[in-house]
Nanobody
């Protein structure tokens, strides 16, 4: 059973930074596409960023240039560095993983089988 555990959320002022971490309990981590999604109260879960097994990265337009996704396969870890945070970045951030996500589906939350419990990010104005 694969498990993903997020950490690193918190309260930060606008313009500040946070680094989210996603720890995976699976030996085949390097085969996984790892994505970050977020969900604000009353809103649908939305794609933030993803990194494929080959290291290729993808971002939502709203975070491009401010967020950076990365992974360390030796440590079974993925990260989301978030800079220049804005109040609209507030939400619960989820780490998701799957080995079978094709490129055209990478932004769809329904294509990921494994999810973490989420970590709250709150950006004050």
């Amino acid at each position: 059973q694969v498990q993903l555990v997020e950490s690193g959320g918190g309260l930060v002022q606008a313009g500040g930074s946070l680094r989210l971490s996603c720890a995976a309990s699976v030996t085949t981590f390097r085969r996984y596409t790892i994505a970050w999604f977020r969900q604000a109260p009353g809103s649908e879960r939305e794609f933030v960023s993803a990194i494929r097994y080959n290291g290729y990265t993808y971002y939502a337009d709203s975070v491009k240039g401010r967020f950076t996704i990365s992974r360390d396969n030796a440590k079974n870890m993925a990260y989301l560095q978030m800079n220049d945070l804005k109040p609209e970045d507030t939400g619960v951030y989820y780490c998701a993983g799957d080995t079978g996500v094709i490129l055209s589906s990478i932004r769809g939350h329904e294509h990921y089988d494994t999810w973490g419990q989420g970590t709250q990010v709150t950006v004050s104005s």
